[in-house]
């Protein structure tokens, strides 16, 4: 096997992004080095605990830490909607086991890329951009230094938090232009036109439950109330497991297919803040600063969140 990818998960859990830990922990593919949050779809203090508490239920001992409270200018918007009060409301919340890291997460990130050699760390960044566009400009070298940066926001299709926008995109869309324009090594934009294809189904959520172990228990438990919250609030039969998907093809490509394209991030429309403009033609004469998820392996995408679930050892 070639080395595991060593990565960052920067994050705002949520039950997608609580999925996203498990199979970064339960993959030996990737070596995850730390965990930073940001608010989003719940406060930065909800969000901080629970990753740790998911962090400890997964067995991973990698600092986890607490990030940016506020978008750069809007106030913070959450989605209690989608998530609940907790931000991962529906079984109990498990007991957090040990301390979040004291350093504030845009300093973790920093640290711990630049520790290694250019090159050697990737970032996942799973809820609001503020964490990633406060740490880029605090230290410029970082992209350079990050070999890839693979996130789940926006879409070239449609939003869902508005008819334009994507929620991650629209809670900081400042941040996401700062990210989306600073020169990355290589961006993978993982936006709904893939992640309304990572649908739990009911046969999924089957061989889910065949795991039998106290985890698989308890995701099935965490989906039980997605399915619920996404019918509600977002019209989908089953729901659409968008954050997984960026671990997922980190540790195998093929999981997605992609294309390259010019991505511009609205922060001024009436009707269009946090719409990410997607110019896969070059009309817009910009070079290309993004490889955009089109398709994803739906089969191949659930095998390995499973897989990941069943070796953990819980
Ligand atoms: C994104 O928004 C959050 O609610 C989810 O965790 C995911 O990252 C989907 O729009
Ligand atoms: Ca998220």
Known sequence: MTHARKVILDCDPGHDDALAILLAAGNPAIDLLAITTVGGNQTAAKVARNALAVSGIAGLSVPVSAGCQRPMIRELSV????HGDTGLDGPPLPEPRGELDPRHSVDLLIETVMAHEP????????????NLALAVRKEPRLTEWVSEVVLMGGSYSRG?????AEFNIWVDAEAAEMVFSAGWQKLTEVGLDVTHQALATPEVRERIRGIGSELSRYVDELLDYFTLSNADHQGFEFPPVHDPVCVAALIDPSVIG???AFVGVETRGRWTYGMTVTDFDGQLGEAPNAQVAVS???GRFWDLVIEGIAALPR
Do not use: F, K, M
Not at 119 to 130: D, F, H, N, R, Y
Not at 160 to 164: E, G
């Open 258 to 260: 992609t294309r390259e």
């Open 119 to 130: 090159g050697e760390v990737a970032i996942v960044a799973t809820g609001p951009l503020s």
């Open 79 to 82: 989605a209690p909607e989608i």
């Open 296 to 298: 994803l392996d739906h």
């Open 160 to 164: 869902n938090w508005t008819p334009a």
